[in-house]
């Protein structure tokens, strides 16, 4: 159990600066996430369930505590470091997509693989292996202005996935999509999760999502108050 | 390389504002060299006509002359070298003796400046052989602008009063057999050429000369303390000294454009980086590191730069051919300055100056680009993640 563990979060107070005081986002989160985990924080809005995130993903650190993410601890990781776990090791969705406008589908997902000096022989093969697990073979050419938001999701996944990275973050990734797209982006990430053996870590309050889940950790006012396993057959 | 590729990328699609900035850019790089290349080509042809017509290939003065001073002719004149008849009979050395003296056109008394010159000789344009001819009178020969100021035409017959070396007066008529044309003023206005031999008489001053012009067939040295050889340099300088002042001022011009073309630039990358926050976040969440996101916006906008001399060669190129082959034209009086100036100029465009132009615009522009997006490394990329304005 111990040496499977991809994150482990100890006594993680976050604070945030307002006016002249501040305010306790997390406060004292212990967690530890294991590889190949399918795992979602749940919780009503404000809970702190994307600053948690955004602490594993190294785009921010710990007030207090620590956060280790593939055996670095985020608070110790300079500017630069950090960049490096991340292109190399982690992959993000974002509710609001933030796919690179003027990109072509294709450039996007080639993204992160431009960042790893990937070959372009290797890359191209790569993006399109991407393409092919989100069903999106035929939009190669189209930019994100001219996808549907459930297509723009399936596009960030694949930029996510496309390095094959080890742990995935995905915060809210289904607020902007209808049941049905929702459903089909999902069996696309538990596919991968089983195939590849990622991590996936979801921030969301959307049932559809929590349904997926195979552990569910609820998060209110920073605080965990509970963390199951669910062994849906 | 990947900077370059994803700025590429970045720019190609922000539209219509990069082709603008690109164009009033490009604007900067046809002005700067077609202003430059127009002072070289003044340079260049001034400087040549100034060779054809007045200096040859370097001048001998008499030891006590000097051009800039009209008080030096009285003394500054003597015998010309024995040694040299061979040059001057060849026609590599044109000696020339300069004296003052007096015309009366129409009754009004003129100073002029008389210089005997040898009908034979090959160094300088004038038209010195169209003085080799029969006539009572003394043959002479003035320029374009000579005649115009005292309205002698040609056959003209004139009274001519000068001194001789004894400083006694003396009087002759003297018939305009030739009116040349040349872009050189200092050879031209308040000038009247004579025959060498014809004056020499007449002076009193046989074998004598003020000045000896040589050309570039006659390659030894003079060694003798009486003459001082004055080069090129020496006596193009005033030429020089007045590109450089031409120089400076039309530098205005392109400050101007380039000034606005930078502040265009300037404000785009301010609201670029503004307006991409969401995609600066993005960048950070993907990988890269701060200064590679700077590095990034820089190398756009100094991309920038590349684009306009591409587009400003595309109509530029052409556009200044055209000056060159049919040249700028100048209008009639404005070569009043001293300077020989021709009908047309015909703009010079070197190679070092058009790589320089290049490079200096691509700095500026660089750096004008660099400096918004050092903002970036300070941005939160979590905030930056969510497009929220700061
Ligand atoms: N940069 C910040 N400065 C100050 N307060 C912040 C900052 N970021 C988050 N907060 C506060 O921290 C709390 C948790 O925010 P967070 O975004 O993590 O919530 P969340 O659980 O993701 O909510 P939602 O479901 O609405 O996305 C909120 O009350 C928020 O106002
Ligand atoms: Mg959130």
């Known amino acids: 159990m111990e040496q499977n563990s991809i994150v482990t979060i100890s006594d993680l107070v976050k604070r945030f600066p307002v006016g002249k005081s501040f305010f306790t986002a997390l406060n004292g989160i212990n967690l530890t996430f294991n590889k190949g985990q399918f795992a979602g924080v749940v919780g009503p809005s404000g809970s702190g369930k994307t600053t948690l995130l955004n602490i594993i993903g190294s785009l921010d650190s710990p007030t207090v ?65 991407a393409l092919e697990w989100v069903g999106l073979t035929d939009k190669i050419k189209s930019r994100p202005a001219q996808l549907s938001g459930g297509e723009s999701q399936r596009v960030a996944i694949a930029r996510a996935m496309v390095k094959k990275p080890e742990l995935v973050l995905a915060d809210e990734p ?11 982006i999902l069996q696309t990430m538990e596919k991968l999760n089983d195939e590849l053996k990622t991590t996936f870590i979801f921030a969301t309050h959307d049932d559809k999502v929590i349904k997926y889940l195979k552990r569910k950790i609820r998060l209110e006012d920073g605080k965990v108050v509970s963390d199951e396993i669910i062994n849906n057959l | ?37 127009l002072m070289d080509g003044f340079n260049i042809q001034a400087k040549t006509d100034t060779i054809a017509w007045e200096i040859g290939d370097g001048v001998y003065w008499h030891k006590n002359y000097n051009a800039y001073d009209p008080f030096t002719l009285e003394e500054g004149h003597g015998i010309i070298p024995e040694s040299l008849n061979y040059a001057v009979n060849k026609g590599t050395l044109s000696p020339i003796l300069i004296s003052q003296a007096t015309i009366y056109p129409d009754g009004r008394l003129q100073s002029v400046l ?34 115009a100021n005292t309205k002698l035409k040609k056959d003209d017959v004139v009274t001519l009063r000068w001194r001789d070396a004894q400083g006694t007066f003396d009087a002759a008529e003297i018939k305009i057999v030739n009116i040349f044309d040349s872009n050189v003023p200092t050879i031209d206005m308040g000038q009247i050429w004579i025959p060498l031999k014809e004056m020499q008489k007449m002076k009193q001053m046989p074998d004598e000369a003020t000045i000896i012009v040589k050309s ?175």
């Open chain 1, 65 to 129: 505590g620590s956060a280790i993410v593939l055996n670095e601890e985020v608070s110790k990781l300079s500017t630069k470091k950090a960049a490096v776990l991340r292109r190399k090791h982690l992959g993000f969705i974002f509710q609001t997509y933030n796919l690179l406008p003027v990109y072509t589908v294709f450039e996007n997902i080639e993204f992160p693989l431009l960042l790893l000096n990937m070959p372009a022989l290797e890359r191209k093969k790569a993006v399109l292996d």
């Open chain 2, 216 to 390: 570039k067939e006659f390659n030894k040295k003079i060694n003798d303390d009486n003459w001082v050889f004055k080069g090129h340099t020496f006596l193009l300088e005033d030429i020089t000294k007045l590109i450089k002042t031409k120089k400076i001022g039309s530098s205005f011009f392109y400050i101007i454009i380039m000034a606005l073309a930078m502040l265009a630039i300037f404000d785009t990358q301010v609201l670029s980086i503004f307006r991409r926050q969401k995609e600066i976040g993005t960048y950070i969440a993907l990988g890269m590191t701060r200064s590679q996101v700077v590095g990034l916006f820089t190398v756009e906008g100094s991309f920038h730069a590349i684009l306009a001399a591409i587009v400003g060669a595309v109509y530029g190129i052409p556009l200044l051919m055209l000056q060159a082959i049919n040249g700028y034209p100048i209008p009639e009086g404005a070569d009043n300055m001293g300077i020989a100036v021709g009908k047309a100029i015909y703009p010079v465009y070197g190679l070092g100056l058009v790589i320089s132009t290049i490079i200096i615009v691509f700095l500026i522009t660089t750096i004008v680009s660099y400096l918004p997006a050092r903002k970036i490394s300070k941005m939160n990329p979590t905030d930056a993640i969510k497009g929220k304005i700061q």
């Open chain 2, 1 to 37: 390389m990947l900077a370059i590729k994803l700025a590429y990328r970045n720019l190609i699609g922000a539209g219509l504002r990069t082709w603008l900035n690109v164009f009033v850019l490009s604007l900067s790089y046809v002005l700067i060299i077609y202003f430059n290349g």
């Open chain 1, 174 to 184: 289904t607020a902007n999509l209808d049941a049905e797209n929702s459903h089909h």
């Open chain 2, 114 to 147: 008389l210089k005997g010159i040898g009908t034979e000789q090959k160094v300088l344009k004038i038209p010195s052989q169209s003085l080799s001819v029969e006539t009572e009178e003394i043959p002479a020969l003035i320029g374009k602008r000579m005649a």
